[in-house]
């Protein structure tokens, strides 16, 4: 079957009075972007409430659909067959098809609902839900009508044209990006991150993100895969800033002077302070992270709680009371896992103690990182101004 439109359906919560325009617009927006890649050619636009996807003569249907259910706002994208209005008998007709075509077993139920925007049109909504219900009725002796809970609620609507409709694929719900403001995603090469960053970009927050690398203890294909990572994510928020910051310095300065079991808490502290530096400067409002309680020694109550002192912003944690598997799940949903998995070492995993403390207390902590005090601004300053931008889309 051939589908010539599509029929948007969005949530309705938090897009009544003046925000439902600016909703609406974002998600026109997003979706336009998410069908630039797509062979064909579509005319997105708002029509008296709703959205549609008008698809120009050819197009790929497998790859639109695909595209449409990673833009968040969308609860269901309906493909709708267009064909021009005619006279009644002849309606009864193509409906009667396009249920033959669409239901190839049709030992279901079914009811019609139909609207007549073009009031021109000789018969009213109530006579057009009866007279289709009986055609098909008649067409297919195996089918049965259920007013309350049909398997099929077929839509037809006249309009300028006659739009026929009947399947609802889900889409990912949440809202359009842009419509929340913009975070900053510590984003490394694991699972966890880049499922925190979809699962605030779902509510409708447009992403930032900063990566650390220790060139030369660890390798341009560790960055590489960070940069796919981001490339996928993108897919569902559009063009991702990835700030790629060198932390080698900071890192042996921190191995050098600070006890060890205390290494990967303080990294973690000097990540926040530079992922937050670059949030600020670009307008981001809060921090995003893939800590879960508990997961490694740097994500216990106390590790987390010394890790938050050093910001400002709100730090976002998403996952936090996710299970590994739980996040693993998503990451394969959201197709970032197969990536996440690659066999390449992140900064985190070379310069890690033996036994790294599990309840740091922050005033032990502080008194470590005044060690640090005769070089660390200097550092600071060297890495967040040799940062190298990627724009990752
Ligand atoms: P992930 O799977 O996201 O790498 P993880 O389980 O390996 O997480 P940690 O290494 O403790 O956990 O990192 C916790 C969080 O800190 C990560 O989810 C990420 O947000 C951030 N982070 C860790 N390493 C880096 C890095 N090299 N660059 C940017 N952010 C990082
Ligand atoms: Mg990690």
Redesign the pocket.
């Known amino acids: 079957m051939t589908f010539q439109t599509f029929l948007i359906k969005y949530g309705e919560i938090g897009i009544k009075g003046k925000n439902r325009y600016m909703f609406e617009d974002a998600l026109v927006r997003q979706i336009r972007h998410s069908l630039r890649d797509v062979e064909g050619s579509f005319h997105v636009h708002k029509c008296q409430g709703r959205i549609y996807v008008d698809c120009e003569g050819y197009y790929d249907y497998d790859e639109a659909v695909e595209s449409l259910k990673r833009v968040f706002g969308i609860v269901g994208i309906c493909p709708v067959v267009r064909i021009e209005v005619k006279e009644y008998e002849e309606l009864k007709k193509d409906v009667v098809a396009y249920m033959d075509e669409a239901y190839p077993d049709k030992n279901i139920t079914f009811k019609v609902e139909s609207r007549r925007a073009k009031k021109t049109y000789p018969v009213n909504s109530m006579e057009i839900n009866c007279g289709l219900g009986e055609a098909i009725l008649d067409a297919f002796p195996e089918i049965r009508v259920d007013v309350h809970n049909p398997d099929v609620l077929l839509n037809v609507e006249i309009r300028e044209e006659v739009y026929i409709y009947s399947q609802i694929i889900p889409g990912p719900g949440g809202m359009p990006i842009g419509t929340n403001g913009k975070a900053m ?12 960053g979809y699962m605030v970009a779902k509510r409708g927050v447009g992403l930032e ?6 060139p030369p203890y ?1 390798s341009e294909r560790a960055k590489q895969k ?1 940069v796919d990572l981001a490339k996928k994510l993108a897919k569902y928020t559009g063009p991702i800033r990835l700030n790629v ?1 060198n ?1 080698t310095d900071i890192q042996l300065a921190i191995y050098d002077k600070c006890p060890h079991d205390e290494l ?1 808490i303080i990294m ?1 502290r000097y ?1 926040m302070k530079i ?1 937050e530096y670059f949030a600020d400067q670009s307008g981001c409002l809060g921090l ?5 309680i508990g ?2 020694a ?2 216990t109550m106390q590790s987390l709680l010394v890790t938050n002192e050093v910001c400002h912003l709100p730090v976002f944690r998403p ?1 936090i009371g996710f299970d590994k598997q739980e996040i693993v799940d998503i990451s394969e949903k959201i197709d970032t896992y197969e990536t ?1 998995i690659q066999p390449f070492e ?4 070379i310069f890690v103690a033996k036994h790294p403390v599990t309840k740091p207390k922050l005033d032990v902590i502080k008194r470590s990182e005044q060690r640090l005090s005769e070089d660390i601004d200097r550092l600071f300053e060297e890495a967040v101004n040799s940062v190298e931008v990627i724009i990752a889309e």
Request: glycine share 8%; hydrophobic share 40%; with cysteine.
């Open positions: 995603l510590l984003l490394s090469g694991g699972i966890d991150s880049p499922v925190a993100a900063t990566y650390f690398h220790a660890t960070v910051v932390f990967t973690r990540m992922a995003i992270t893939g800590e879960s997961q490694v740097s994500q996952l996440s992140d900064c985190c995993t």
